[in-house]
């Protein structure tokens, strides 16, 4: 981590607004005729990182727009993403690399808070593999700049993982040596040759806007919550703007 929590504002509690916002996004793209074009697939592979708590079905309706687009999605494997760190990286790797193998073409990543930490990484570590990185709402510059909430649901798996409750992270990821090189890595700077896009909200209850600001990414702010960024239409329109075309080489 490169930077300490108590440096960024801390989010407040969620209110009864947030939810409210919250529900306006899950409508804006609940039915696929109300759906902004997606940025062109043409058969690229994507794959879609869910945050903390979340699985892969937390992103499912995303990565039904972008297969209408043309996109050939790849599930992260991840069914609750309270796991170590760098094993998580490491199997998601293993499916991305597979997936790029099976296209003969980069990827585009997204990752939703936690999971946006992991394609940071992902990024430095295999950019071979990363044409374009997305992140929604992720604290990449500290992953403890969050509400008090939700450090208390981080505190209560980290305890639980340290006592060997299996398929939690512990104590030893955040401090220890298990996770070292992920942790390393999320601070090193993100190949030029990946592109980098991170959304972040000033409304965000949860993780502290300041956090998502990576001094190396393509800053996109966005009205909304922090859950809702991956159902949002305003993201997905701000996405299809950004997102890079198929390369005619």
């Given at each position: ?25 899950m ?36 990565a ?91 505190t ?23 996770c ?31 956090a ?38």
């Open positions: 981590m490169s930077a300490n929590a108590a440096t960024f504002t801390r989010p407040g509690s969620p209110n009864l607004g947030d939810a409210r916002r919250f529900m306006g996004e409508m804006s793209t609940r039915s696929d005729s109300s759906w902004p074009d997606s940025p062109p697939g043409d058969g690229r592979p994507a794959m879609l990182v869910p945050g903390f708590l979340a699985g892969d079905p937390s992103l499912s309706r995303m039904r727009w972008l297969r209408a687009g043309g996109w050939e999605t790849t599930r992260s494997g991840i069914q609750m993403n309270v796991g170590c760190m760098e094993s998580a990286i490491g199997a998601i790797e293993a499916r991305l690399d597979e997936a790029v193998g099976r296209a003969g073409r980069r990827a585009l990543l997204i990752g939703q808070s936690r999971g946006g930490s992991f394609g940071r990484v992902l990024a430095v570590r295999r950019p071979d593999l990363v044409e374009t990185l997305v992140t929604l709402g992720s604290p990449v510059l500290d992953q403890m700049a969050i509400s008090r909430s939700a450090q208390a649901a981080v209560l798996v980290g305890l639980l993982g340290t006592v060997g409750v299996p398929g939690l992270f512990g104590r030893s990821c955040r401090n220890g040596d298990c070292e090189r992920a942790r390393r890595q999320l601070t090193e700077p993100v190949p030029q040759d990946v592109r980098y896009i991170a959304f972040y909200s000033r409304q965000d209850p949860i993780v502290s806007w300041e998502c600001l990576d001094p190396g990414a393509e800053l996109v702010e966005v009205n909304g919550t922090h859950s809702g960024m991956g159902v949002s239409r305003t993201v997905w329109e701000r996405m299809a703007q950004l997102v890079p075309a198929p390369s005619l080489a």
